[in-house]
C-alpha cells in the first residue's frame, strides 16, 4: 500500500511540473485551430513585394547619427517622436494605478516605428525620409514635389488613447496608385517573468470573429489578406496597443524587424486625383487591459482581454470582484466575499451532503460488521455498503457532479488572478501582490521547489486542510479503513505543494472555501449532538 | 484505438491517483471514473464518454447513489 502512495506523490509531482508547460502549449494553439479556416491565407515573403529601391535598406534596425527625436509628455503617456520615417519611437504609460511606469514600445525606428508609412510608387522609401516634427500641434510633415504626406496625433484626455490622422496630397497632375503599409504597433515589451508566452496579436473582424497569432508564427513575414477588420491588437500579458481604422484595408501585415513583430493595416489600389488629399484616421488603445479603461475607447476593445479557454467564466469572476472591490476597495476582501458568494451557491448541495455524514455515525455498528464479513472480497464490500447506505437513504459522498462544477470555477478564477491586470499589484494584509506568492518570509537564497521566499498562506492552508479532516472524522466517526486514512493524511501536504508557488489570491480562495465549509461541518455537528 | 487507449489511461491514472488523493466523493458503486472506463471499453471513445457524463450528472447529493453498475 505504502508503495502505491509513494508513487502516487512522485506522480502527482511530475504532473504539477510538466502540466504549466503543457497548459502554455496547449491553450493558445487551441483559439488558433479553430479559426483557420475562416480566413483566406496568402503567405507572401515581404521582400517580393516591396519595390528594389527599398529592399536593401529597409530592414536596416539603425538610425543615421543625423535624426532628430522630440519628446512628447502627457499625463498617460511619454512619447519619443523620431523625424526618421516620422513616427513614433517609444511608448511609455504611466500607470498611476498600480504605481509603475512601463515602457510598452521600444527603438521602434524606420518600418517599425508606429504610424511609419511605406509602400510603393510615390510612397515608396517614406519610412526613411526626415519629416518635420512641429511638436506643439503633434504633426510630423513630408513635402516634395509629388506629394505632401502628414500625420497628426491627438491625445485623448484622461483615457488611454489618442486619435491619429495621415493626410496624403496628391501634388502630380495625375491619377495615383496609393498602395502602402501602416505601422501600428512593434517591438512590444515582455519585461515580465515569462512574459513572451503572452505576446499574441489579435485580428478583430466586424462579422465578430477574431483571429489570434502567437509564438512563431508572429515572427513570419506575412500577409493576412481578408477585409472588414474592426481592429488589431498587440498586447502582452497585461499591456496592449490596438489600433482601429476608419478606413477598408486590404489585410494585415506582420514583418520580422531584429526578432520582434511589427504589425500594421495593408492598402492596395486605392484612387487618389490630382490635387486631393485622402485621410487615413487610426484611433488606438494603448495602456493597461482594464475593462473600464477599455471601454473608454471602444466597447467591443474587451473583446481583446484572453484569460484561456475559459474567458467567458473568468470575466464573470472578474466582473463579481470588481462590484466587491468598488465598495471595499481592496481585492483581497473581494476575494474573500466571492468565496462566500459560491458557497452560498453551493450550500444546498454541501448541506446535503452534511446532512447524510451525520446520519451515516448511526449506521457505524452495521458497516463494521459488513467490512468484518466481507474482508477478503473488496468488491462484494463496497456493494454490500452502498446497499446498506441505500436502505438507510443516506449517502456520506458529495458526488462527483460539485466537484466537476467547482473546477472550471477554479480554473477561471486562477486565469483571471494571474493574467487580469486589475489584480497585478493589488496587496491585502501582508501579501503584495495577490496575483503572485505571498512570500513571507524573504529568504534571500532559492530553494528548489520553493523559490526564493517562504510562503505562509499555503502553510496555513495546509492546517486548514487538516482542520476539516478532523472536523468531518469526528462527525463521521471512524468509517474510514486505513488506506483512506493514509491517503487523508497526505492529501493536505499534496495540496500544500500544488498550491505553493500559485498566485496567493488562489490559496486565499481555497483557504476560505475550507475554512466556510469546516465551520458549516463544525456548527451543524454541534447543533445535533 | 490509440485515442481509446489514451482516454483509458487517462480515466485509470485519474482513479488511481487523482481521485484517491481527492478523497472520492462518489455516490455510486462502481465509482464514476470506473463505470466510464467500462463505457469506454464498451461503446467508443465519443459515447462512452458521453455515457460517464451523463453517470457524472446524477452523481450529485440529491441522488440516492449506491450499487449501479454499467449495463
Known sequence: MEKKVLLAVTLSIVVILVYPIILAKINPDLANQTQKSQLIQKQVVVEKNIDNTTKETELVNELPSSAITANLTTDQYVFDLTNIGGSISRILIKDSKRKSDITIVTKAINLAGILSVEGKGMLSGMSLQPFIIYKDTKTFLLENKDLKLEKNISFLKDKYGLDTVIKITNKTTQNQDLTFDITVASNISKSEMAEARYIELDIHYKDGTTKKLTGNKLLENNKLYKNDIEWIALKNKYYSIIAKPNFDSKGVFIKNIAKEPTIGFIIEDDKIAPGNVKEYKINFFIGPMEIKELEKIDSSFTKALNFGFLTSISLILLSILQFFYSIFHNYGVSILLLTICINLFLYPLTFKSLKSMQKLQELQPHIEKIRQENKDNPTRLNKEIMELYRRYKVNPMGGCLPMVLQMPVFIALYNTLSRSVELKNSPFLWIKDLSMPDAFFPLGFSIPFLGSAINLLPILMIGAMILQQKISQSTTGSSQSEQQRLIANIMPIMFGFIFYSLPSGLVLYWLTSTLVTSSMQFFMFKKTT | ?71
Open chain 2, 1 to 71: 484505438m490509440f485515442l481509446k487507449n489514451i482516454v483509458k489511461n487517462s480515466i485509470i491514472f485519474y482513479h488511481n491517483y487523482i481521485s484517491s488523493l481527492m478523497l472520492c466523493q462518489c455516490r455510486f458503486y462502481p465509482s464514476c471514473s470506473q463505470y466510464t472506463l467500462v463505457a469506454v471499453e464498451d461503446k467508443g471513445v465519443v459515447l462512452g464518454l458521453l455515457k460517464g457524463l451523463e453517470r457524472i450528472m446524477r452523481c450529485n447529493p440529491f441522488s440516492k447513489g449506491g450499487y449501479d453498475p454499467y449495463k
